[in-house]
């Protein structure tokens, strides 16, 4: 039985590489790990199937010097292309070294293609979330008629959150804000996972609204806040959510979610700004409003009060003139008033100065009648008489002196018999 041994076997295994792979060759695979020793740039590269199912992997490296001339020709590009996780393009050559192994060299990179996928995976992330009825959910949030206790999703050393922050404090207008910063990567392959939990550390209680800011960058540095987890987040959330990350031309699916999207962390700043200056202007406007009714209410007022003077002096005056004429015709019928009760008076005191005369003891003396006195008083009733008092009886002409022996009852006064009752 023929046997190899391992230097002839990789020997074989390159010179069959070689011979089918003389020239460069384009492929597409994600960087699993990025790492640079001495100016080289070393790749992990891997491809995924169904279920994220690692299906194939491999390392490839980038020499220094073609690196120079990448990064000359393509600039910026270049680092947002060559990221973790980042699916690229690239040409290369296998090269089989019988100690060293496999390993695929780099020779150029197409940096359009890579931003074809993020921009088809952009894509299907809005359809997602349009199916989902996300995409204006956020939207419809109300706003307070105040902006005023922000939370704030940033790096914590990012140029565009000091400018966010500073646009703030030093504004024109005198307005205080009360700004909390929950901490989170803004690029990277870990940004997504950071800015959703510091979603879920904020206290949507205690805040008016969310606003997430960052600097300039690349343009795939904008892809962390393309994740369909991220947007999906954003969208339900119960406050408003601003976003600010830098970038004139570009729209991010956070961005299309958010309800209301700002080039620029500034730009959110003055936004916060207009939205507090349009709530003064309303209350402006409503208090020269109420000055103004009140102003008007107040001249309504003066001029009720001015026709109620008026009448009440109109008023006065009559019931003047009315109580005058009322004197007037007193002071006209008081004296025949006067004379009838007068008259009426007379006429009474005549009667009774007639009774008076009728009754006075010398007209009944004259009638037939006497008045008889006991020790100067006059008598009443015989049982004050006992016998042998003196009595004195006086008759309309002179006077007799009487002695009693007795006295009699009156029959009318005591029927229980009609004998003298002598003593």
Not at 65 to 85: F, N, P, Q, T, Y
Not at 228 to 241: D, F, G, I, N, T
Not at 299 to 327: C, D, M, T, Y
Not at 395 to 412: D, E, F, I, W, Y
Request: aromatic share 6%.
């Amino acid at each position: 039985m023929t046997h190899y041994s391992l230097y002839d076997l990789n020997e074989h295994i390159r010179r069959v590489l070689a011979l089918n792979f003389q020239q460069p060759v384009w492929i597409t695979a994600e960087i699993a790990q990025l790492g640079q020793s001495r100016g080289h740039l070393y790749l992990d590269l891997v491809q995924k199937g169904e279920g994220d199912e690692l299906i194939a992997q491999a390392q490839a490296v980038l020499w220094a010097g073609d690196l120079r001339k990448m990064r000359a020709r393509l600039a910026s590009d270049l680092d947002a292309v060559l990221r973790e996780g980042q699916e690229v393009k690239m040409q290369i050559t296998v090269d089989f070294h019988e100690r060293y192994g496999l390993k695929l060299v780099i020779a150029d990179l197409d940096p359009a293609y890579t931003f074809g996928q993020l921009e088809l995976k952009r894509r299907q992330t809005i359809e997602t979330l349009r199916g989902l009825d996300l995409l204006e959910r956020n939207r419809r949030q109300p706003l307070p008629k105040v902006l005023q206790r922000i939370a704030v999703i940033s790096s914590e050393n990012a140029a565009g959150f000091r400018d966010f922050q500073e646009h703030l404090t030093q504004n024109a207008f005198g307005y205080g804000f009360s700004c909390r910063l929950f901490a989170s990567s803004v690029q990277g392959k870990n940004a997504e996972a950071e800015l959703l939990e510091a979603l879920q550390t904020i206290d949507t209680t205690r805040f008016d609204c969310i606003v997430i800011v960052r600097g300039g960058g690349a343009r795939l540095d904008l892809s962390a806040f393309d994740g369909l987890e991220l947007c999906k987040r954003v969208a339900q959330m119960p406050l408003p959510v601003f976003t600010g990350i830098g970038h004139d031309v570009d729209e991010t699916v956070l961005d299309l979610v958010a309800h209301a999207a700002l080039k620029t962390p500034t730009a959110v700043a003055d936004f916060l700004l207009q939205h507090n200056l349009s709530f003064e202007n309303e209350l402006l406007q409503l208090a020269a409003r109420l000055r103004s009714a009140g102003d008007q209410q107040l001249k309504i007022s003066q001029l009720e009060l001015q026709q109620a003077e008026q009448a009440l002096r109109w008023n006065a005056g009559a019931q003047l003139r009315a109580s005058f004429e009322r004197v007037d015709r007193i002071a006209e019928t008081l004296p025949q008033i006067v004379r009838a009760r007068l008259r009426g008076q007379a006429q009474k005191l005549e009667a009774a100065e007639a009774v008076c005369l009728a009754l006075h003891p010398e007209n009944v003396l004259k009638r037939g009648y006497s008045m008889t006195y006991k020790d100067g008083k006059p008598l009443m009733d015989a049982s004050e008489v006992a016998s042998g008092d003196l009595l004195e009886t006086v008759l309309l002409k002179g006077t007799v002196l009487s002695k009693s022996v007795g006295r009699k009852r009156n029959a009318a006064r005591d029927p229980r018999d009609g004998k003298d009752d002598r003593s």
